[in-house]
């Protein structure tokens, strides 16, 4: 089960999740080639997120390595009732991108913002891949068209209040409002 | 969920989808060591919007990375590729404050680098530290820092050579206890995040050699091959 591939596109993610689940209990005994097996199963996605967030190579090259050490050094004390480990080396990897990234204060104005990610094609089609990404793309159909898209800059590309604000041209208020009420109608729409 | 900004699950949420503010981001990330409903509701969330994860177009790393992660995790390097200038003054005005740093020894020097790079984990604000040594002898054997969401850090700083029937198994002794709190076995590689309740300041940190497994009576049954106390260095 541990050496299960993953196959990108794949619908049913249960496989993988067990599989990710395994390899990282063997990383809570030490076992390093696991975290190699693991590490090739999942750097593309996670650099690759991290590259969208901080759009520059060393910093997103950080953020993978000080998420990957530290799921190393915690992998005894994950407890699966939590979710899946995919969701959780999302989140540690993310935290780590977007944390950099304010600290850089970097300037809105000054910035090359990416083609937006709800409107990239393709985009949509690997979040149908999975099960539980077609769940929130169906979802996310139902939230007004504003509340959609700050929701999908600030997951994919990382972007705070103020970057929205600018980029929606919209006020900050406005902005906030948008990502509460879609949160809030998103997990409605989810847990229905 | 109600629209109020306090409320727990929406502040879940707007911290997984990484929109506040740093500083709020940061109180949340320390309450959720000791909160664990909110400890659920930020995994159901990351839970919830982790397939967004797969809008952006995956990227195969530079073959350093790895390397650089295996390095990592051979020689124990602390996790601190955020350094920076200010980091490190931070850790340099640490460092000062610890008694250790008056042992002009060699391995007290090789310490020093170990232990800013160490402090440059997560600065600011200075986290507590605990340099343990063994009985006598003024050069650390392990050092402990206590993490801003509540999680004890321990790393060894010399390779420790334990038998094969043996463990090493960390302690705390918070001020005033009588018992020491078994916080568990070490791991071979002497690396370890322990969850701990222990109180920053003045609570020692004990290392004692014991039976495969840890002690079966919960109290220390081997003898203490190192100590020492957390302070808060800054």
């Not at chain 2, 002898?137 to 029937?165: C, E, H, I, K, T």
Request: glycine letters at 8%; hydrophobic letters at 45%; a neutral charge.
């Amino acid at each position: 089960m541990a050496d299960t591939e993953r196959y990108p596109g794949a619908p049913d993610d249960s496989a993988e999740a067990a599989a990710l689940a395994a390899l990282l209990g063997r990383c809570g005994q030490g076992d390093r080639a696991a975290f190699r097996r693991l590490y090739d199963l999942e750097s593309k996605r996670l650099y690759g997120l991290a590259l969208r967030i901080t759009r520059q190579p060393a910093l997103a090259a950080d953020a993978v390595h000080d998420a990957l050490l530290q799921a190393w050094e915690r992998a005894a004390l994950f407890d699966p009732g939590r979710g899946s480990v995919a969701a959780w080396l999302t989140g540690l990897v993310r935290y780590r991108a977007i944390d950099a990234m304010r600290k850089r204060a970097r300037e809105v104005t000054g910035i090359d913002l990416p083609d937006e990610a709800d409107e990239t094609p393709g985009a949509l089609e690997r979040l149908s891949a999975s099960a539980a990404g077609e769940a929130l793309r169906r979802c996310l159909s139902t939230l007004e068209q504003h509340q959609r898209r700050v929701i999908v800059l600030a997951f994919v590309d990382g972007l705070s209040h103020a970057e929205l604000a600018v980029r929606l041209e919209s006020p900050l208020g406005t902005v906030k409002s948008w990502i509460r009420r879609g949160l809030q109608a998103l997990k409605a729409c989810l847990e229905a | 969920m109600s629209d109020s900004p306090d409320d727990p699950d929406l502040l879940a949420a707007e911290y997984v989808l990484g929109t506040l503010d740093p500083a709020t981001a940061r109180r949340v990330a320390a309450r959720s060591a000791t909160d664990a409903d909110l400890r659920r509701a930020i995994a159901a969330w990351e839970e919830r919007l982790h397939p967004l994860s797969a809008m952006a177009d995956e990227a195969a790393p530079p073959d350093a990375l790895w390397r650089r992660l295996a390095g990592s995790i051979e020689t124990g390097a602390p996790i601190d590729s955020g350094a920076t200038v200010m980091r490190r003054s931070v850790a340099g005005r640490a460092w000062r404050s610890l008694p250790v740093w008056r042992a002009s020894t060699v391995a007290g020097l090789a310490l020093a680098a170990g232990l800013a790079a160490f402090i440059v984990l997560r600065p600011p604000p200075a986290l507590p530290v605990a340099a343990l040594l063994p009985s006598g002898s003024a050069a650390p054997a392990y050092m402990a820092q206590l993490q801003p969401d509540g999680m004890l850090r321990v790393f060894a700083l010399r390779q420790a050579v334990v038998a094969s029937d043996k463990d090493l198994e960390l302690w705390a002794l918070p001020r005033g206890a009588s018992a020491p709190i078994p916080l568990g076995v070490l791991p071979a590689g002497g690396r370890a995040v322990v969850a701990s309740n222990v109180s920053a300041n003045g609570t020692q940190l004990l290392i004692s050699l014991e039976q495969k497994g840890g002690s079966p009576t919960g109290r220390p049954q081997g003898p203490v091959l190192y100590a020492g106390t957390l302070h808060e260095v800054d």
